[in-house]
């Protein structure tokens, strides 16, 4: 991500002009300042990406600029120029924020490595904001199955990985495209580079462009800074196109000329900024039927579709099913410190015989909810799959209210003892039923907000008791409470 904005901060005029005229031939836009009051003026004003900044200045000291900019939302990086080649004074400045240190007299080529650093340095904060804003699944994991199906998917990762290509995933929802799509990544020899995601279809329409290509300061209502867009947070890395067929046809048309031509414009913004990124595409519809259809252009699609790779379904791979389940089963054991013994055999076979049409997501989410569900070290019974089927005709499935349920704590009314099947022990605890009124499973939150509430209820509203049975923290507890008095609200 290139550098474009500089503040020259020198009290001395042939300084500020050596350094300004290597700025300018690289075509920067460089501003000057004479000291401290000038530099703060000019940054209070405008977006700068770099300052460098001698030690010494009449009204104090450059390193000040550090402490200065880091009010600011996204703070210009600081590069300490030192005619005093000591160490301590670049160590000091270092220690406050600076990211580099350039001894006078400077060389162009010296300016240049300079301006590599500044760029590499900016777009590794940039890409490491844009990580911390948004929720990161746990999508880094291995892909599971010894299937044909699996074995040749797997083939084919290897051998595209190597390859720059432009990738098109396809394939029902919840297969694992996306685990496919970072597989690719982590194979390829820009793994070590940033690994861009956009859900296509989670972006508000009229921000896409900008999500995608950036924007100028000031170029629509909102646009209070300039912000890069996920190409540019892509540049010598891969971005993932997740669900390209919600493009709209503008984005579309943009989008084709940045795979044609890798370049870009920001929005508002009239300079051409390169991108050396790979694309990874996702898609759960049929695009060849989008194109028929006139959703989707023929040109883009033929651009996605350098390499085609079809997900297969769970239904297709039914032989991996029970390697899946078992994994799945260890690993919310661990997250939920449910420990249980592992699937009864009738819970196998109605894993096999399930259509699975939410595919790997619904095996897990399935999974989870029935280790949670299983009373500690019980095998896990085919109505706590909650799959047709399998199914308890009616009503109460009880769970059991903790691992060390401590039943004399627990106030008599909210005590309902029920058998649990299997070869599980017999539990004592608040209840909460699986099914809502209309004999619909329930999802996990509600679940969870029902085993709370009645666990709370249970003790007569002392939160403390509650957390600590629960073996959660009050602050959990507290703001699970918050969130649903908010939705209740609404
Ligand atoms: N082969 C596999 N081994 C282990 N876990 C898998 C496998 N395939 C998918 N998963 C898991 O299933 C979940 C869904 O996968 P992913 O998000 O990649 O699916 P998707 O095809 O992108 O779905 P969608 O179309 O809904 O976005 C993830 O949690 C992923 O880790
Ligand atoms: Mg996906």
Redesign the pocket.
């Given at each position: 991500m290139a550098i474009e904005k500089i503040i020259v901060l020198d009290d001395q005029p042939v300084i500020r002009k050596h350094l300004t005229e290597i700025f300018q031939r690289k075509n920067l836009l460089v501003a000057q300042a004479d000291g401290l009051a000038k530099a703060k003026e000019l940054v209070d004003k405008d977006d700068f990406d770099l300052i460098c900044a001698d030690v010494r200045l009449p009204d104090g000291d450059g390193s000040d600029m550090l402490e200065y900019c880091q009010l600011k939302s996204t703070p210009p990086l600081v590069a300490i120029m030192t005619a005093y080649a000591s160490v301590e004074s670049a160590v000091e400045c270092m220690k406050k924020g600076a990211f580099d240190y350039i001894i006078k007299p400077f060389s162009d080529d010296q300016v240049d490595v300079l301006l590599k650093k500044a760029a590499d340095f900016h777009q590794l904060v940039k890409v490491n904001q844009h990580l911390n804003q948004g929720s990161h699944?746990?999508?880094d994991?291995?892909?599971?199955?010894n299937s044909p199906p699996?074995q040749k998917l797997n083939d084919l990762i290897r051998k595209v990985a190597r390859t720059q290509a432009t990738v098109l995933i396809q394939?029902?929802?919840?297969?694992?495209?996306?685990?496919?799509a970072r597989s690719i990544f982590r194979n390829s020899t820009r793994s070590r580079q940033p690994f861009i995601t956009v859900n296509c279809a989670a972006i508000p329409e009229n921000l896409v462009e900008s999500e995608f290509f950036g924007h100028e300061k000031g170029s629509f209502t909102g646009a209070v800074s300039r912000r890069e867009g996920r190409f540019e947070l892509a540049h010598n890395g891969t971005i993932l196109l997740?669900?390209i067929s919600e493009i709209s046809p503008v984005v579309q048309s943009k989008l084709l000329r940045v795979l044609q031509e890798r370049e870009l414009e920001r929005v508002g913004g009239s300079r051409t900024i390169k991108v050396d990124t790979r694309v990874i595409a996702?898609t759960?519809r049929d695009l060849e039927q989008s194109v028929e259809k006139k959703e989707f252009r023929q040109d883009l699609f033929f651009r996605l579709n350098v390499v085609p790779i079809y997900?297969p379904t769970l239904r297709e791979r039914k032989s991996d099913i029970a390697l899946?389940a078992e994994?799945f089963m260890q690993r919310y054991a661990k997250k939920h410190g449910c420990p249980v013994c592992g699937f009864a055999k009738s819970s196998l076979e109605a894993l096999g015989k399930h259509s699975w049409p939410g595919?790997?997501?619904e095996l897990?989410n399935v999974v989870e909810r029935a280790v949670i569900l299983t009373p500690e070290g019980g095998y896990i019974e085919p109505e706590l799959l909650g799959l047709p089927h399998s199914q308890v005709p009616l009503g109460q499935i009880h769970i059991p209210l903790t691992r060390k349920s401590q039943a004399s704590e627990v106030s008599p009314s909210a005590v309902v003892e029920m058998p649990i099947r299997g070869d599980s022990p017999m539990v004592s605890s608040p209840t909460a039923s699986t099914l809502d009124k209309n004999d619909q499973i329930l999802p996990l939150d509600e679940l969870e907000k029902q085993h709370i509430l009645s666990t709370l209820q249970a003790f007569e509203q002392n939160r403390t008791r509650t957390a600590k049975h629960l073996g959660i923290s009050i602050r959990t507890l507290r703001n699970k409470l918050n969130e649903y008095q908010k939705s209740a609200e609404c």
């Amino acid at each position: 991500m290139a550098i474009e904005k500089i503040i020259v901060l020198d009290d001395q005029p042939v300084i500020r002009k050596h350094l300004t005229e290597i700025f300018q031939r690289k075509n920067l836009l460089v501003a000057q300042a004479d000291g401290l009051a000038k530099a703060k003026e000019l940054v209070d004003k405008d977006d700068f990406d770099l300052i460098c900044a001698d030690v010494r200045l009449p009204d104090g000291d450059g390193s000040d600029m550090l402490e200065y900019c880091q009010l600011k939302s996204t703070p210009p990086l600081v590069a300490i120029m030192t005619a005093y080649a000591s160490v301590e004074s670049a160590v000091e400045c270092m220690k406050k924020g600076a990211f580099d240190y350039i001894i006078k007299p400077f060389s162009d080529d010296q300016v240049d490595v300079l301006l590599k650093k500044a760029a590499d340095f900016h777009q590794l904060v940039k890409v490491n904001q844009h990580l911390n804003q948004g929720s990161h699944s746990d999508t880094d994991q291995e892909i599971l199955g010894n299937s044909p199906p699996i074995q040749k998917l797997n083939d084919l990762i290897r051998k595209v990985a190597r390859t720059q290509a432009t990738v098109l995933i396809q394939g029902e929802s919840g297969t694992g495209k996306e685990l496919v799509a970072r597989s690719i990544f982590r194979n390829s020899t820009r793994s070590r580079q940033p690994f861009i995601t956009v859900n296509c279809a989670a972006i508000p329409e009229n921000l896409v462009e900008s999500e995608f290509f950036g924007h100028e300061k000031g170029s629509f209502t909102g646009a209070v800074s300039r912000r890069e867009g996920r190409f540019e947070l892509a540049h010598n890395g891969t971005i993932l196109l997740d669900e390209i067929s919600e493009i709209s046809p503008v984005v579309q048309s943009k989008l084709l000329r940045v795979l044609q031509e890798r370049e870009l414009e920001r929005v508002g913004g009239s300079r051409t900024i390169k991108v050396d990124t790979r694309v990874i595409a996702t898609t759960n519809r049929d695009l060849e039927q989008s194109v028929e259809k006139k959703e989707f252009r023929q040109d883009l699609f033929f651009r996605l579709n350098v390499v085609p790779i079809y997900v297969p379904t769970l239904r297709e791979r039914k032989s991996d099913i029970a390697l899946l389940a078992e994994t799945f089963m260890q690993r919310y054991a661990k997250k939920h410190g449910c420990p249980v013994c592992g699937f009864a055999k009738s819970s196998l076979e109605a894993l096999g015989k399930h259509s699975w049409p939410g595919n790997i997501r619904e095996l897990q989410n399935v999974v989870e909810r029935a280790v949670i569900l299983t009373p500690e070290g019980g095998y896990i019974e085919p109505e706590l799959l909650g799959l047709p089927h399998s199914q308890v005709p009616l009503g109460q499935i009880h769970i059991p209210l903790t691992r060390k349920s401590q039943a004399s704590e627990v106030s008599p009314s909210a005590v309902v003892e029920m058998p649990i099947r299997g070869d599980s022990p017999m539990v004592s605890s608040p209840t909460a039923s699986t099914l809502d009124k209309n004999d619909q499973i329930l999802p996990l939150d509600e679940l969870e907000k029902q085993h709370i509430l009645s666990t709370l209820q249970a003790f007569e509203q002392n939160r403390t008791r509650t957390a600590k049975h629960l073996g959660i923290s009050i602050r959990t507890l507290r703001n699970k409470l918050n969130e649903y008095q908010k939705s209740a609200e609404c």
